[in-house]
C-alpha cells in the first residue's frame, strides 16, 4: 500500500502514485491547503494509494464513456467513466483504479482542515467528513474544475484569490451533497456591515503588491470563505477577486499618469505578475493600455 502526503511530497507524490508527472499543477500559484493537477492519461493502473488529503478526480477529454476497474474502501467496481463524471476519495481512504483509454483527469485534493473551515459558522464543522463516491455525474462540480484549469492556464501564479474562490464554492458544493453531515447553509441578503466592509476595502488597499488570499480576507471580515464571499459580492456587486483587479487597475493608472516608473515597475507595484498582465487587465477595464495612459499624461 502506497501512502502519500501531497502538501509534503509535492510533485513527487503524483509522481509515486503515475510514474509521470502532470501537465498542469497549482503549486506554483500558493493556494492554501488546496492542490490541483490535471493530465492527459495513457491507459495504466495505480497502486492500492491511501492519501493525506481528499481527492476528487474529475474526468474530461475523454473523447467517449470509457471502462475502468476501481477499488475504493474496500469495494470495487467496473463503471463507465464519461466526460463530467468524479470519484471522491477521503483522507485516509483507500483507492486503486485501472483504466484502460487515453484521457484527461482533473485531480483536485484538498486538506480536511480546508473543508471544516469552509464552512465552520454552522458549528462542529470540524466533524464533517466526505463520503467516498464512485464515478457520478455533476455538472457543477466538472464546471468548477474545468474552471480552475482554465485559470491556471491563463493567470499562473497569479490565479490564487479567484483560484481559491472557485475552489471554496466547488468544497461547500461537495459538502452539501457528499459528506457524512450536509449542513443546510444559510443565504443572507444585506451584504457585509460597514463597519467590516470598510476594514476589508482598506486591507486590500493597503495591501495590494501582496498577493492577496480569500482567506486573508475572509479573516479580516472574521467569517468563513463561504458567507464572506457571498455577502461581499451582495455589498459590492463584484467577487472579491474582480474587487481586487479592478481596484489594481485604478491604482496602476495614477502610479502611470505620474510617468516615474516604467510599465514594468508599476505592474509590480500593484500586484500583477508582470506588464503583460497588467497590459490585459487595463485594456478590459479601461479600454487602453499602460502606455496609452502614460502618452495621455
Partial sequence: MLKINIAEEKVAAYERVFRRSPQLTSLQAGW??????????????????????????????????????????????????ADGNMVIVPAHTSCQSRWFDYGGVIFFSVESSVIAHAVHEVGNSDRIELLPQFATADPFVYQAAVALKSVLEQEGSASRLYGEAISNALIVHTIQHYSNRRPLLQTYENGLSHYRLRHVIEYIQAHLEQDLSLNELAAIAQMSPHYFSQLFKQSTGVTPHQFVIRARVERARELLMTRKWSIAEVAKMVGFVDQSHLHRHCKRLLGVTPSMIQNQA
Avoid: H
Fill in 32 to 81: 492554501q491547503g488546496i492542490y490541483f493537477a490535471y493530465d492527459f492519461m495513457p491507459p495504466g493502473e495505480t497502486p492500492e494509494v491511501i492519501s493525506t488529503q481528499n481527492g476528487i478526480a474529475i474526468f474530461t477529454n475523454t473523447g467517449k464513456s470509457q471502462v475502468a476497474e476501481r477499488s475504493l474502501n474496500g469495494q470495487f467496481r467496473c463503471e463507465q467513466v
